[in-house]
């Protein structure tokens, strides 16, 4: 069994900060890609930015300049630092991580996707 459990949402002002947490935990061998996504009331899921294990990063257009992704592997967490938020930045956040099994029996390695919770950020104006 594999968990992500994401925090650190909250209600800003507008130009203010917030840094997410991800932390991923239960029988991991490693974790591939994590990443960020979030969804606004009424709007699809959209990626906001994405990170492999070995740290290349990649931004969807909204967030450069404002949005900062990192990760520490050893402790299987994922951050999001969130600078001069907007109230278009308003939705739910959620954590993904491309997380690899090993089977005791099989000792095969395969890879599933796990999503957190979801955390709510909102930016009031």
């Known amino acids: 069994q594999v968990q992500l459990v994401d925090a650190g949402g909250g209600l800003v002002q507008v130009g203010g900060s917030l840094r997410l947490s991800c932390a991923a935990s239960g029988s991991i061998f490693s974790i591939d890609g994590m990443g960020w996504y979030r969804q606004a009331p009424g709007k699809q899921r959209e990626v906001v930015a994405t990170?492999?294990?070995?740290?290349?990063?990649n931004y969807a257009d909204f967030v450069k300049g404002r949005f900062t992704i990192s990760r520490d592997n050893a402790k299987n967490t994922v951050y999001l630092q969130m600078n001069s938020l907007q109230p278009e930045d308003t939705a739910i956040y959620y954590c993904?991580?491309?997380?690899?099994?090993?089977?005791?029996?099989?000792?095969?390695?395969?890879?599933?996707?796990?999503w957190g919770q979801g955390t709510q950020v909102t930016v009031s104006s």
């Open positions: 993904y991580a491309d997380v690899r099994i090993r089977d005791v029996r099989t000792m095969v390695i395969r890879t599933y996707g796990y």
């Open positions: 990170i492999t294990s070995g740290g290349n990063t």
